[in-house]
């Protein structure tokens, strides 16, 4: 099975700073890549697929990149909104396996 | 709107059964393929089941194979998840979720509210 690991696991930043989240793929999975978003009580919101492309509705802060097995979760200016948590996905064949999440909180 | 809404969980003895639904509205449910998805309490994410369109295709993690059984009603617009053997660990959040459009590997674009399933004596 395809193993993803996050990191870091909580990270403390302010309103607009630029903040990357990073995930390893345990072998190779081109870019079949996703990366969600959490908030307490809700269920996850797609973000971006495809390790680049942005989901329709998501604001262009949010930027990804990677390929292979090292990808990239930015956002470029932190906004409220924004602290959650955050999990990557791979979804190389009908099956899915899931990041750890990495949960953003306010410094 | 694309709409999910899961019902059918509560709290269950262990070794018992219960079967979630999942509602669809908002799109043709009949050419996605969906997932469930489960949560335990202050966890992360753990991938649990697939079904294809037409249901011919399905897959399972290892932690419920076996024990659980993914199947579609198309005419009702509704994914199903039996559970049986439950144990403590199952105890989660449930969430269904739609598989994007495309042919090839593709991701979850819209999800359901969840619904809670706890096991326990």
């Given amino acids: ?107 | 709107q694309v709409q999910l809404v899961e019902s059918g969980g509560g709290v269950v003895q262990p070794g018992r059964s219960l079967r979630l639904s999942c509602a669809a509205s908002g799109f043709t449910f009949s050419i996605y393929g969906m997932h469930w998805v489960r949560q335990a309490p202050g966890k992360g994410l753990e991938w649990v089941a697939y079904l294809s369109y037409d249901g011919t295709n399905k897959n399972y993690a290892d932690s419920v194979k076996g024990r659980f059984t993914i199947s579609r009603d198309n005419s009702k617009n509704t994914l199903y998840l039996e559970m049986s053997g439950l144990r403590g660990e199952d105890t989660a959040i449930y969430y269904c979720a739609k598989k994007q459009p495309g042919s090839g590997p593709v991701s979850s674009d819209c999800w359901g509210q969840g619904t809670l399933v706890t096991v326990s004596s």
């Fill in chain 1, 1 to 107: 099975d395809i193993q993803l690991t996050q990191s870091p696991s909580t990270l403390s930043a302010s309103v607009g700073d630029r903040v990357s989240i990073t995930c390893r793929a345990s072998q190779s999975i081109s870019t079949w890549l996703a990366w969600f978003q959490q908030k307490p009580g809700k269920a996850p919101k797609l973000l971006i697929y495809e390790a680049s492309t942005l989901e329709s509705g998501v604001p262009s802060r949010f930027s990804g990149s990677g390929s292979g097995t090292e990808f990239t979760l930015t956002i470029s200016s932190l906004q409220p909104d924004d602290f959650a948590t955050y999990y990557c996905q791979q979804y190389n064949s009908n099956s899915q396996t899931f990041g750890q999440g990495t949960k953003v909180e306010i410094k």
